[in-house]
């Protein structure tokens, strides 16, 4: 039988908060003075066993991992503790495969396939198995299949063809190009030049990106089903300059094209134009500092949208955008033997303005993941769409301790209001008041664990108390326990 959400909130915090508490008075005295620079150790017999396996000739490389993680929530995608399906309890088990030919010198051909089997315990909330409760098989994907060009043609350049991963800066606005399908995948198919002039401490990056909204479009799948992991088809062009000449001021300036052309319901239709840069870079020995902003402008057809004094029809037209993203964090590193961290974060997204013909509402991109919570992304199914998160302020510290070796522990607090107090792109408006900014009280802790080079974990727990922005007002919540296995 289910557990309440009480229960199960309840042991998930006191396990992370109670082995934080014990393990914190084992912390063993370590030596701050330099130690002399030395050779790496040799490596066990089981180690060196494992990578023999692993690189049977110069020119092959392969690797797997395995993950298993249970995710639970109530009231998160629907925002109302009555509506069906508003309580979800699933495992995910993904598992990888990966393999890296080096035929020539600086030259390598990269693939990897994913597979991930969800169990859930509950009648799904969302994805193509939505509604139904027990086995989901999904299906196996090629998520990586790339040429990979080190020093081309002499030149410190480096080309990068075909499905690959991209992450620039924190993944503010690229991180992620498949939302719908959760960290199943992130990939993007894509070609990037990387161009490094180390005499100036410049990179110059390139990027071209064409991405369907099916994940069969390019590739064959394994069992399809002909998935979407996106809302729309992409195209875009990536230009971002980096220097890093003043170590205290690192200086990253960007501009972003995407093209979206409507494949769901909810997908765009929009041209949008992206000017941004960011700074970061230490202050002194204890501070670091991160600090990242952007404008839109363009073009958007949302059908989703909902303005004021607009007539139904009124959904059909493109709007021309005016929006901006800020997001910026300060650092303090104590620099003791526990490495205590504090950090105050604020990031500002713009929401649209319903009484303009305009869309000022910020469009994260290809960051649609959980960048500080996963609270904040799911949230957003029933305001926008999962993870395309906007009209926002959040701000609020996050403690980081390390109170053994290889653990970590983590706990934030974000006070979180919208810009305007209107949710313009709600399919249903009764689950916003419509007349209040403050979106509630955020609360998470996370205990991460490295039991061996192989093997890692993590308990996640978060809460948002809404606040009056919601038209219901109940505790969310969201648990995680994770394992990773890594060959």
Not at 83 to 102: M, N, P
Not at 221 to 226: K, L, R, V
Request: proline share 5%.
């Amino acid at each position: 039988m289910q557990q309440p959400v009480t229960t199960k909130a309840q042991a998930l915090t006191l396990i992370t908060l109670g082995a934080t508490l014990v393990i914190c008075p084992a912390q063993t005295t370590q030596t701050t003075a330099s130690a002399p620079a030395s050779s790496p150790p040799a490596l066990s017999s089981t180690e060196q066993t494992i990578k023999d396996i692993k690189n049977p000739a110069p020119w092959l490389n392969w690797g797997a991992d395995f993950r298993a993680r249970n995710e639970y929530f109530n009231d998160l995608l629907t925002l109302n503790p009555n509506a069906a399906l508003h309580e979800q309890d699933y495992f995910r088990f993904r598992a990888r495969l990966w393999v890296s030919v080096t035929p020539l010198e600086n030259l390598s051909v990269n693939a990897r396939i994913a597979d991930e089997v969800r169990e859930w315990m509950l009648p799904a909330g969302y994805t193509p198995y939505k509604g139904s409760s027990g086995l989901d098989w999904r299906e196996g994907i090629i998520d990586s299949l790339n040429v990979d060009w080190k020093n081309a043609a002499g030149l410190p350049l480096t080309i990068k063809v075909g499905r690959q991963d991209l992450f620039l800066g924190d993944g503010f606005l690229v991180g992620d190009g498949t939302p719908i399908d959760g960290s199943w995948t992130y990939y993007l198919d894509s070609a990037r030049l990387i161009y490094d002039l180390k005499d100036q401490h410049t990179t110059i990056d390139a990027i071209g990106i064409i991405q369907n909204a099916h994940d069969d479009a390019w590739l064959p799948t394994i069992n399809p089903n002909h998935l979407l992991v996106t809302e729309q088809n992409e195209k875009g062009g990536i230009l971002q300059v980096a220097n890093s000449s003043i170590k205290a001021a690192n200086l990253t300036g960007y501009f972003i094209y995407k093209n979206d052309t409507r494949v769901a319901a909810n997908g765009d239709n929009a041209d949008i134009y992206t000017l941004g840069g960011r700074i970061n870079g230490p202050l002194s020995d204890h501070w670091t500092y991160w600090v990242e902003g952007a404008y839109q402008l363009g073009r958007k057809q949302d059908l989703s949208l909902k303005h004021s004094d607009a007539g139904a029809a009124a959904a059909l037209d493109y709007n021309n955008l005016n929006a901006f993203g800020f997001n910026s964090k300060l650092t303090y590193l104590f620099k003791d033997k526990l490495n205590n961290q504090l950090t105050m974060s604020l990031e500002l997204l713009s929401g649209d303005n319903p009484s303009t013909g305009n869309d000022e509402m910020f469009d994260v991109l290809w960051g649609r993941w959980p960048r500080w919570s996963e609270i904040g992304l799911y949230s957003y199914a029933a305001e926008t769409r999962i993870g395309q998160e906007a009209n926002l302020i959040r701000f609020g510290p996050t403690w980081t301790i390390n109170p053994i070796k290889d653990l970590e522990f983590s706990a934030s607090y974000y006070a979180l209001f919208a810009m305007t107090d209107v949710a313009t792109r709600a399919a249903s408006t009764t689950l916003f008041s419509g007349n209040d900014n403050f979106r509630g009280n955020f609360a998470s802790a996370m205990l991460k664990y490295k039991f061996s080079p192989h093997m890692n974990g993590h308990l996640w727990g978060e809460m948002l108390f809404p606040g009056a922005y919601y038209a219901n007002t109940t505790l969310i919540p969201f648990l995680r326990a994770d394992v990773m296995v890594t060959f």
